[in-house]
């Protein structure tokens, strides 16, 4: 599901796609940009009220083993 974010007085994209997402990893916000056509050319800090879709980024998790008894 496709979420809509207001822009609020000094947002960045990347700390938008962080706090919706959970991470900066993968570059989310280039995945942003590319969903959201002109956003770019709003500049690195955005203007007030600029709607923003966020779509639903299906994120891998890279899995890790831990062992604790051998």
């Not at 990347?14 to 993968?26: E, N, R």
């Not at 280039?30 to 800090?45: R, S, W």
Request: aromatic share 8%.
């Amino acid at each position: 599901m496709t979420v809509i974010y207001r822009s609020k007085h000094g947002d960045t994209l990347s700390a938008i796609t962080k706090k919706h997402y959970g991470t900066l990893k993968g570059r989310l916000f280039e995945q942003v940009l590319d969903f959201n056509p002109g956003l770019a050319c709003k500049g690195a800090i955005l203007p007030d009220g600029v709607l923003i879709a966020l779509p639903e980024i299906e994120m891998q998790i890279k899995e890790e083993s831990i062992v604790l008894w051998e």
